[in-house]
């Protein structure tokens, strides 16, 4: 941890007021979608951010992107500000931060061919000096990535292609911009499992090439193991565990991560592991506290964990998890 | 990719009959508008000595008004009054909704509160007598009452348009766009309005049917431009002279209810064509 972080979150926080019962509770309510989140990425690192459904992993995808605008704290990249960035020069801050989303489907505006979707944002960018240049340079990483011929490719219309070759053209045009630092949205999980694995060697590739920083978003443990060095946990709203990917799969600290990968399938049927079960619904992010978050479903709770939330806690030097009970 | 386009728009008009009437319709009146000269039978601007002639009289197949104009002809050159009237208003009512109603949604926030309630101050208003007293104040010409009817029926395409934008603006490409690096102009007429636009070409084509009933009823009152050729103003005229020249009055009557119908029946099948629930009862 030697070197400066390439992006850094600090005490991020994303809060949407909340509407309902505003004709008889006159307080002011709000959803905290993101909460307090603190995060590092070094260049060429893969984060894995895992959670399950709701627990704001989009959105702090969006906020890191500025598709949102956070509510309280900042993202940094190289130190400086991204509001500043995106105020200063709109178009750079865009070139160096992309967002994979995770429906190929809706992407592309259907309206356009793929080749008006490749080319729009090349001479946005200035990228290439004639549209003979640009489309030379399409067409190119078009075939690099697998979709033969490109010269049909271009002609065609987002809804004459498969999911595959869309998250494909997402990842391409993505890349077209070669930027910095990515984030990538459960880019697979509506995709056939057949072709999951290349889109994601291809993603992996193309960063590893460029040394692109990478936040991989999933709810897919396995998966995102396998590929990120790192990996947080997040749980309506927070940032519960974070440490090497290793690290938080074989010695899980937190009591909902411990819970997450028992209930993991495992490729190794002889594998023996104790299956911890968490009752009940997560609670909506509507206000939640003030103890831990995780409190009322965890199968450690004691009565001190209701009353505060619980401080960071290191582990070793490279892992900390968010717990009162942590031993 | 054209012809596949093409294709399917083939395939929407033979689909839905009431498009089809409408489709056959509008182009009988373009050929009327451009073979006005050939097919009618005189010049009808001029005053000929035949006065309040009959049907079939003196070769005036429709018979001729007070002042000698043969009626036939008079009809078949008021096809291209009532179609510029028809297609230039609602273009400038179509523009303005869109442009309006667009940005109101995509911007959100301020903007749209702001253009939201002059839209509203504008759904108010009456209409048809915001109408007469504009062309009271500046004039009756025709250019004048087409500008009127753009402007005061541009609310409910910009109501549409908004409802659509609002939609459209939390949609996976338009943040894609934006994450794109491309400016909220490029969005507004890049993916908002190409995406969001069908609703408001099928309300204008019904607007236009209303621009023709607006046109014949600012004539009918007197307040058409005297120097072109109207069917609202022939029922003007021609109303005096209902006991004795019938004629003069009921067939361009039938001609502006010909005229609406043939607007009404391409807009409301334009407006069923393109909803989407429209296929899966067919099918």
Redesign the interface.
């Known amino acids: 941890m030697s070197e400066k972080p390439y992006v850094s979150v600090e005490n991020i926080s994303k809060w949407y007021p909340y509407k309902g019962d505003k004709l008889i509770n006159h307080e002011k309510k709000f959803i905290k979608a993101n909460d307090d989140i603190n995060l590092s990425i070094q260049k060429g690192e893969i984060l894995g951010v895992i959670g399950e459904s709701g627990c704001g992993k989009s959105t702090l995808g ?1 906020l890191l ?1 500025r ?1 949102e605008t956070p509510t309280a704290g900042d993202c940094l990249i190289n130190g400086v500000s991204t509001k500043e960035l995106i105020k200063n020069d ?2 750079a ?3 160096s ?3 994979i ?3 190929p489907f ?8 793929i080749e008006q979707i490749l080319l ?2 090349l001479k ?2 200035n990228i290439g000096n004639s549209k003979e240049e640009r489309r030379k340079l399409c067409i190119e990483r078009l075939e690099e990535g697998g979709l033969v011929p490109g010269e049909d490719i271009m ?1 065609r ?1 987002p809804h004459e292609l498969s999911g595959g070759q869309l998250q494909r053209i ?1 990842i391409i ?1 993505a890349m077209l ?1 070669d930027p910095e630092f990515i984030v990538a949205d459960e880019p697979v999980s509506m995709l056939d499992v057949s072709v999951r694995a290349e889109i994601i060697n291809m993603l992996l590739d193309l960063a590893k090439l460029h040394n692109t920083a990478v936040m991989f978003i999933s709810h897919d443990i396995a998966l995102t193991r396998y590929i990120s060095d790192n990996i947080a946990v997040m749980y309506l709203g927070k940032v519960v565990e974070y440490g090497k990917a290793d690290e938080v799969v074989n010695n899980p600290g937190h009591p909902y991560t411990k819970a997450l990968i028992s209930n993991c399938a495992s490729i190794d049927p002889d594998d023996e592991r104790e299956e911890i079960s968490i009752t009940g619904e997560p609670p909506t992010p509507l206000d939640p506290g003030p103890g831990c978050y995780f409190a009322p479903r965890c199968f450690m709770a004691c009565e001190k964990c209701l009353k505060e939330y619980p401080d960071k806690k290191n582990l070793s030097d490279t892992h900390w998890i968010t717990c009162m009970n942590a031993e | 990719m054209k012809n596949n386009r093409l294709t399917i728009a083939a395939q929407a008009v033979k689909s839905n009959r009431q498009l089809m009437a409408g489709c056959i319709g509008v182009l009988a009146l373009l050929v009327l508008m451009i073979a006005a000269p050939l097919i009618s039978t005189e010049d009808p601007t001029i005053y000929g000595p035949d006065v309040l002639n009959g049907l079939g009289e003196n070769g005036h197949i429709l018979g001729t008004n007070h002042l000698g104009q043969d009626v036939y002809s008079m009809i078949i050159y008021g096809v291209r009054t009532s179609v510029k009237v028809a297609v230039i208003s609602a273009m400038i009512s179509g523009i303005l909704g869109v442009l309006i109603g667009g940005a109101a949604g995509f911007l959100g926030g301020k903007v749209d509160v702001i253009i939201s309630e002059i839209i509203n101050v504008f759904m108010m208003l009456p209409t048809f007598f915001l109408i007469l007293l504009i062309v009271a104040l500046f004039g009756n010409s025709l250019t004048n009452v087409m500008i009127v009817i753009g402007i005061t029926t541009w609310p409910g395409n910009a109501k549409l348009m908004r409802a659509q934008a609002l939609s459209l603006r939390e949609r996976v490409f338009v943040k894609s766009a934006e994450a794109m690096g491309e400016t909220k102009r490029q969005i507004l007429f890049k993916y908002i309005i190409p995406n969001g636009i069908f609703p408001v070409i099928a309300n204008t084509t019904l607007g236009m049917a209303n621009a023709i009933l607006t046109e014949a009823g600012l004539s009918f009152l007197g307040l058409g431009d005297p120097s072109i050729i109207s069917w609202g103003q022939m029922i003007y005229a021609g109303k005096q002279y209902i006991t004795s020249a019938w004629w003069i009055c009921a067939f361009s009557g039938i001609a502006i209810i010909i005229a609406v119908l043939i607007f009404y029946m391409l807009g409301d099948g334009l407006n069923k064509v393109m909803d989407p629930r429209y296929n899966k009862r067919r099918a």
């Open positions: 969006k992107t598709l709109m178009k801050f865009r070139r931060v992309q967002i989303f995770q429906n809706d992407t592309f505006t259907p309206r356009d061919t729009r944002p946005n960018h002609k219309y997402s045009r911009l």
